[in-house]
């Protein structure tokens, strides 16, 4: 139904349908209006954590009941009509270090001269709210954290910029800034200020063969060893034999892994490294032919190994069962847990999300799961029935503050008595913002 008036509010429908559209639209209005305001008379602990959060209050509202605001609450709510005058009329009230931190103000360079004594200003520099730019950064140079700034993504990152604040900027955190535009000409250009370790584990630098030669004598080699963001191929690896750490090679998943690489350089692997590295070319023909290498309780974890229910029974004995009960890469299925049921570590198998999750699955082991880890798994099947199934056993503190539930007025109605109303009104409003000013008023009002 609400897609139809929505559609009719396009002005997509016949004219002559559109009057009676929008009596239909006022009415669903008015109902929707009508069920939200029953709902929070009859749940009334929930009232002022939405309200504080998810309201969009005016100017009038806020000054009729500012004895009764949690003002930490109110600023940094984004849910407020931020305006200069709203931030002007109760700026005595206003907690300055929430506000600092909320991008939903009329950022403005004139919002934040004028209030320049009251920022926080470490937080400040942290809002990507901020019109950031060259003319706001140099007003405020002596104030920001340049440290912090010279890590962040967020600037708009452009040579100019860099160049505008050279002996500001955090070196050390521009080079390990994958949001830079990263070129050739900005590395030659700045040779002399990079950290050429921190270069050295940045996937974003624009890497090529050429580009690691150009600079082989300033690279960290420890550090471009365990890069992702290489051009790997066999070449490369045997291009600087010498130069490559050889354990943090071992441990890189993105090499061009092969038997034939993996025998071609065999004295040079670091074989404790491989046990957890995914990329390798698991077979069984790799597990037996180097068996005695293998650390059977670091492979337990890892998910890159060409996991099988005949992978699990043929080494049964050797597996590390706690580390497996964790690995989201065995081949999950409710026969595969029952079969091992006496050697899952049942808390961290509480935790693993790749498992087949089913009302079926959770009562087959009501007795065995982690039900304070089970109370946070975004891959059960969370309903009604399933809450009620074990609502004796859950964590009701995890399941308030747990935005992935199916949400909903009815929802909060069936089991009123269990939630946490504040943990819940962080993160839902229950339709609260479609209520009048008035209707908001007879329920703040209510005794």
Not at 113 to 118: M, N, Q, V
Request: hydrophobic letters at 45%; proline letters at 6%.
């Amino acid at each position: 139904m609400r897609e139809l008036v929505a559609l009719a509010k396009t002005g997509a429908l016949a004219p002559g349908l559109e009057r009676r559209w929008d009596i239909l639209a006022s009415t669903l209005q008015t109902l929707e209006q009508t069920e939200t305001a029953q709902f929070f008379a009859d749940c009334p602990d929930l009232l002022m954590p939405c309200v504080q959060r998810h309201y969009p209050l005016d100017g009038e509202q806020i000054h009729r009941h500012a004895e009764r605001w949690d003002w930490k609450l109110l600023s940094a709510s984004q849910a407020l009509p931020w305006s200069d005058e709203l931030i002007e009329r109760f700026c005595a009230r206003w907690d300055w270090g929430w506000l600092s931190r909320n991008p939903a103000l009329p950022w403005s360079a004139a919002l934040i001269e004028r209030y320049a004594s009251r920022w926080n200003w470490a937080w400040l520099g942290k809002n990507p709210g901020l019109p950031w730019g060259s003319a706001l950064m140099h007003r405020y140079a002596d104030r920001l954290d340049w440290a912090w700034l010279s890590w962040t993504r967020a600037l708009p990152w452009s040579e100019e910029l860099i160049a505008q604040q050279l002996d500001r900027w955090d070196w050390t955190g521009l080079s390990g800034n994958t949001g830079l535009p990263w070129s050739d000409a900005l590395l030659d250009r700045h040779a002399s200020r990079w950290s050429w370790a921190w270069l050295s584990e940045n996937p974003a630098l624009p890497w090529t063969a050429e580009l690691i030669e150009r600079h082989a004598q300033r690279w960290d080699w420890q550090r471009l060893s365990a890069n992702a963001g290489l051009p790997w191929s066999l070449g490369l690896v045997e291009r600087h034999p010498q130069r490559w750490d050889w354990q943090r090679l071992s441990a890189n998943p993105r090499l061009p892994w092969s038997l034939e690489l993996i025998e071609a350089q065999a004295p040079r692997w670091d074989w404790d490294a491989f046990n957890a590295n995914a990329g390798l070319p698991w077979s069984d023909a790799l597990l037996e032919r180097q068996g005695a290498r293998w650390d059977w309780e670091r492979l337990s974890e890892n998910p890159g190994l060409h996991w099988s229910d005949a992978l699990l029974a043929r080494y049964a004995g050797r597996w590390d069962w706690e580390r497996l009960s964790w690995n989201p890469g065995l081949p999950w299925s409710a026969e595969l847990v029952s079969a091992h049921a006496a050697r899952w570590d049942w808390s961290a198998l509480s935790a693993n999300q790749a498992l087949p999750w089913s009302a079926a699955l959770i009562d087959a082991h009501a007795e065995q799961w982690d039900w304070e880890r089970l109370s946070t798994a975004p891959g059960l099947p969370w309903d009604t029935s399933l809450l009620a199934a074990h609502a004796q056993r859950w964590n009701w503190a995890n399941l308030s503050g747990f935005a992935q539930l199916p949400w909903s007025k009815s929802l909060y109605r069936c089991f009123e008595a269990h939630w946490f109303a504040g943990f819940v009104g962080a993160h839902q409003h229950f339709e609260l913002p479609v209520l009048s000013p008035q209707q908001l008023d007879a329920l703040l009002e209510k005794p």
